[in-house]
């Protein structure tokens, strides 16, 4: 059974201190692997898309970094900001099936 | 670019009641996936639609169901609703299968 799984769960760091968050996954090969970033009540926004043969990819702030032999990714998230308090969820699409598997999430918040 | 609309944003229904959610993806968009989010179970996929055609499907029962017109909007309908049908329903749009999901603000169910 294809399976996702974050850690840690849930995560309290201050502000301006930088975090990293893990996924690891189950089977392979895989199509790709996303980073979404939830706020409560609303829809996930993608934060990084990598295919397999990808090592890291960047956007802004957070780095995404892929390791297919290990089956495993983290976000790294530099200089946090209150605004980054949300759920990150990883995600995975595996070949021959384009249903995507969603971890359970790592709950992030920031304090001042 | 207006993105991925989904209505109502909330609803509140009875038990044995049924409900049906909008979802308009984002223009040119021929993909909508529609995912079930509760916090004991996080993201779960119920189905993808393409080209007004139900492509997969996940592990809900028959009381889920949905449909993609020919304008690529889709609706999904949940019958002889449960107490545990109360949860964020969102909706995601692409612009082929497999690429990356662009996800509504979510309908939020509470079933009494």
């Known amino acids: 059974k294809n399976q996702v799984e974050q850690s840690p769960q849930s995560l309290i760091i201050l502000e301006g201190k930088n975090c990293t968050l893990q996924?690891?996954?189950?089977?392979?090969?895989?199509?790709?692997l996303r980073w979404y970033k939830q706020d409560t009540g609303r829809g996930p926004v993608s934060l990084t898309i990598?295919?397999?043969?990808?090592n890291t990819k960047s956007n802004g702030r957070y780095t995404a970094t892929l390791d297919a032999d290990t089956k495993q990714s983290s976000l790294h998230i530099t200089a946090s900001q209150l605004s980054d308090s949300a759920s990150y969820i990883c995600?995975?699409?595996?070949?021959?099936?384009?249903?995507?598997?969603f971890g359970t999430g790592t709950r992030l918040t920031i304090i001042p | 670019k207006a993105g991925v609309t989904q209505t109502p944003r909330y609803l509140i229904k009875t038990r044995g009641q049924q409900v049906t959610l909008s979802c308009s993806p984002i223009?040119?968009?021929?993909?909508v996936s529609w995912y079930q989010q509760t916090p004991g179970q996080g993201l779960q996929f119920l189905f993808e639609?393409?080209?007004?055609?139900?492509?997969n499907k996940g592990n809900f029962p028959g009381r889920f169901s949905g449909r993609q017109f020919s304008n690529s909007r889709s609706e999904m309908n949940v019958s002889t609703l449960e107490l545990g049908d109360s949860a964020l329903y969102l909706c995601?749009?692409?612009?082929?299968?497999?690429?990356?999901?662009?996800f509504g603000q979510g309908t939020r169910l509470t079933v009494v």
């Open positions: 995601a749009s692409s612009p082929m299968r497999a690429d990356e999901a662009f």
């Open positions: 996924c690891n996954y189950t089977v392979s090969p895989f199509s790709n």
């Open positions: 990598m295919t397999f043969s990808e």
């Open positions: 995600v995975v699409s595996f070949f021959g099936n384009e249903k995507l598997t």
């Open positions: 223009s040119g968009h021929r993909s």
């Open positions: 639609y393409f080209s007004e055609t139900q492509r």
